[in-house]
């Protein structure tokens, strides 16, 4: 086999895989396939940063359930169901850490109004049998004492839970690189096509490239750009930028034990406790293209809503203010499966929930190589949602 390089460019591999971005859907990919004894190389300039450094890391498809979403919902559950077992089969692997806590959720709202909306969104999530339970003010300050006297009630959902996104990335750096996975610290810069248009590898910008039998874009918001190259119709994924605060408190006496998640007059806004003490306040949700400026008035306002909340941060320390952009998609869910492009797959598009969906496209991936059948429900993120895709039992060589 060739190398996959035009002449005269210089190559690396062949690869069996080679996994183009190094987020916390490449990684966990890339892992998968190294396991399944798959050789793999991760293109990426910065592997382990991304979206996924700046998420919250909350594993949430209760809270993430909205209205007119129910099959990602049912994804968002099939996702959350991987996670035990991911957690503890990483943590063993890499031997460290990635914080995964089963400490489940308080909704709150600030004002009637706030707890009105939390009451339609709680039938709504009942009404889909999510496990959503209606609490009084006090209630929620039983459960959360640091919360506000202000508060109006809200919901105990038990089922939403987080992991430390930034421990969970460096548990997948060590796992794979333990597991014989290959970095290449480069951007790709666009898929090779061999003579009969299917995907051979990619260049990247030292003017190499990587040569493999399968190709799989896993580059976040970013994708679209490397989908571009191919021709014919490519899944469409936007940037929406989120900023995120996060405080440093003392291990000792945490200031909440679970996550809470609030309405502040008609603003969302959340705060996901770390066990270190440190608590992650979120997010924006802006259409402003790849603008990576921090801007002071989104996190005066991330801070003040989330104080109204819970007074007592006032007493953490400020640690850091940061943003990224999310992978969204036309209808908010991913893309995970093959293209029309013969070896060409994708997993991008995780929008709110590419940490809580890893494990499972991970598995998916592993499984469209194999020419097996994606875990149920991922069959139906792909053909049906745009005329460049379709997801099926395909092996990355051909039919099975
Ligand atoms: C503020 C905020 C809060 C969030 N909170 C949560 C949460 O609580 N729970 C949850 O489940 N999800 C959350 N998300 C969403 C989640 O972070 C994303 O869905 C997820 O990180 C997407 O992972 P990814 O690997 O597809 O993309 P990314 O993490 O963005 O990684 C993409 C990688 O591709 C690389 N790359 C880009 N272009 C190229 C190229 N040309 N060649 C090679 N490499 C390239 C980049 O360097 C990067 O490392 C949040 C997102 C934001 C912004």
């Not at 450094?53 to 959350?80: I, Q, R, Y």
């Not at 300050?141 to 939403?160: C, F, K, N, Q, T």
Request: aromatic share 4%; glycine share 14%.
């Amino acid at each position: 086999m060739s190398n996959g390089a035009p002449p005269g460019q210089a190559g690396r591999g062949p690869f069996d895989v080679a996994v183009l971005g190094g987020g916390v859907i490449g990684l966990a990919a890339a892992w998968r396939f190294a396991l399944a004894g798959v050789t793999v190389a991760v293109v990426d300039p910065s592997p382990g940063h991304g979206a996924s450094w700046v998420a919250a890391g909350m594993l949430a498809p209760v809270t993430e359930a909205h209205f007119g979403e129910e099959p990602l919902s049912e994804l968002l559950l099939a996702g959350a169901a991987h996670w035990e077992d991911f957690a503890a089969e990483l943590e063993a692997a890499a031997d460290m850490r990635v914080g995964y806590r089963r400490c489940g959720t308080v909704v709150v709202g600030l004002d009637s109004s706030d707890r009105r909306a939390i009451d339609d969104v709680l039938a709504y999530q009942r009404s889909l049998g999510l496990d959503a339970v209606r609490l009084s003010a006090s209630e929620c300050r039983g459960l959360e004492p640091a919360l506000s006297p202000g508060i109006r009630g809200g919901a105990h959902v038990p089922g939403d839970h987080q992991v430390d996104n930034r421990a969970l990335l460096a548990a997948l750096l060590e796992a794979c690189r333990r597991a014989g996975v290959e970095f290449l610290a480069r951007s790709a810069r666009r898929i090779l096509l061999d003579a009969r248009g299917g995907a051979s590898g990619a260049e990247l910008d030292d003017e190499s490239a990587v040569a493999a039998g399968m190709l799989v874009v896993a580059a976040g918001a970013r994708s679209g750009s490397l989908l571009g190259h191919v021709g014919g119709s490519v899944p469409q994924v936007r940037p929406v930028k989120g900023h995120i605060v996060r405080l440093r408190g003392g291990p000792r006496a945490p200031l909440l034990s679970r996550t809470v998640r609030g309405l502040v007059q008609g603003r969302a806004c959340y705060l996901v406790p770390r066990s270190d003490g440190s608590l992650v306040i979120g997010a924006t949700s802006e259409e402003r293209g790849f603008d990576g400026s921090v801007q002071v008035g989104q996190v005066f306002a991330l801070l003040d809503d989330a104080r109204r909340l819970v007074p007592g941060l006032d007493e953490l320390a400020f640690e850091e203010a940061i943003c990224g952009f999310r992978p969204a998609t036309p209808d908010n869910a991913p893309y995970v499966g093959w293209t029309t492009t013969e070896r060409l797959a994708v997993a991008t598009g995780h929008y709110r929930n590419g940490i809580l969906l890893a494990p499972i496209t991970a598995a998916a991936l592993v499984a469209l190589y194999a020419g097996a059948a994606p875990p149920s429900p991922m069959g139906h993120f792909g053909a049906e949602r745009g005329s460049h895709l379709a997801l099926g039992a395909r092996g990355a060589l051909g039919e099975p």
